[in-house]
């Protein structure tokens, strides 16, 4: 009797299984089975003479069926709380692309305004994922618990919690706010403000200590602070706004992330301010639209393509029972200098 993961649906008649392609070529089923196997072990020419003989056939796997059989959906969920803000969607598909050259397929949750991830973990654990991997959003620990009971490995992306026993890659962002304040301070300026996104994120946290700590090492005080409601356009632009109007205004601003500071450029040119003749401005994460070139904005660059791929490894590590290993894992941030930071000048 054949297995509901050897039959494939034909385009007429009886459904054509695996057996009846193995039958057609002289080889074992098992080679058949192979051949629809990334990674697996079968020469390309066996591979192209099967998938060719498969097609003739009329025969697919059913990957549905193949999972009722071996426990394994090859489906990774993603959940993410923050599509609006451009860096996700080019996680989103270089995450999605990276985990499909490995055989397996995303399911994404999106955590709507005013939820929070566990309220939606339930639900995507219905469909018996192999793995989540949750991105600019935090899960409890009594949520990572649960996964790990059932045997779900969760790795946490740009995002980390002190303390959990959950796995984490992200930037390392103290050291990316460090960066921030030397160059900030290598062109001379003397009045640095930062201007927050949200202040429960340990993306903030921690760009905005490093920043901090590295100025007074420097011998500089934080001249202002503003901010802390959101990483939007809008906190930005009103964040700007306010700090250009102090009586004694910064001579530099180290936003948090580059929404952030494209908010804050806009609503400083409104304001007859000059980018950086009289305020030099640099952001965090390098999105496209940091390059344009009304921008051109310093900043930080999230290595996204290494965050993925070390989330990759570690879901692959996990695929073979090693589940990642708790401690949160950093990748070194990279300043890109363009033309909103400048040395300072006298005013």
Request: aromatic share 6%.
């Amino acid at each position: 009797m054949e297995s509901e993961s050897e039959i494939g649906h034909g385009r007429r008649g009886p459904p054509v299984t695996a057996r009846d392609v193995a039958q057609a070529l002289g080889i074992s089923q098992s080679s058949v089975s192979r051949a629809f196997t990334p990674d697996a072990s079968i020469s390309p020419a066996m591979r192209s003479k099967v998938v060719q003989e498969a097609d003739r056939l009329g025969y697919k796997p059913n990957a549905i069926a193949r999972s009722l059989i071996t426990r394994r959906t090859n489906i990774v969920g993603i959940v993410m709380a923050n599509l609006t803000n451009p860096f996700y969607p080019e996680v989103l598909e270089q995450l999605t692309m990276r985990l499909q050259t490995t055989g397996r397929q995303t399911l994404l949750f999106n955590v709507p305004p005013g939820k929070d991830v566990d309220d939606v973990m339930p639900l995507l654990l219905q469909y018996q994922v192999d793995a989540v991997v949750i991105t600019s959003a935090t899960v409890s620990s009594a949520m990572a618990r649960t996964c790990a009971e059932r045997g779900t490995p969760v790795v946490l992306f740009n995002r980390y919690v002190p303390g959990a026993a959950v796995a984490a890659v992200a930037c390392d962002n103290v050291e990316g706010g460090r960066a921030a304040a030397q160059h900030l301070t290598r062109l001379g300026h003397a009045r640095p403000a930062f201007v927050a996104g949200r202040t429960d994120t340990t993306t903030n946290l921690d760009r905005e200590r490093g920043f901090v700590e590295q100025l007074n090492d420097l011998g500089v005080a934080l001249h202002a602070r503003d901010g802390g409601d959101d990483y939007t356009y809008e906190s930005g632009y009103a964040a700007a706004s306010r700090l250009i109007r102090r009586p004694d205004p910064p001579d530099a601003i180290f936003f948090a992330n580059d929404i952030l500071a494209i908010g804050g450029i806009d609503a400083l040119r409104e304001a007859g301010v000059r980018v950086p003749d009289d305020i030099s401005i640099i952001g965090f994460d390098n999105i496209p639209v940091a390059g344009w070139a009304p921008y051109s904005l310093t900043t930080l660059r999230q290595p996204v393509h290494q965050m993925v791929e070390l989330t990759a490894e570690l879901l692959e590590r996990a695929a073979l029972g090693v589940f990642p290993d708790p401690a949160p894992h950093f990748v070194p941030a990279v300043l890109i200098e363009r033309r909103s930071t400048g040395p300072r000048r006298p005013q």
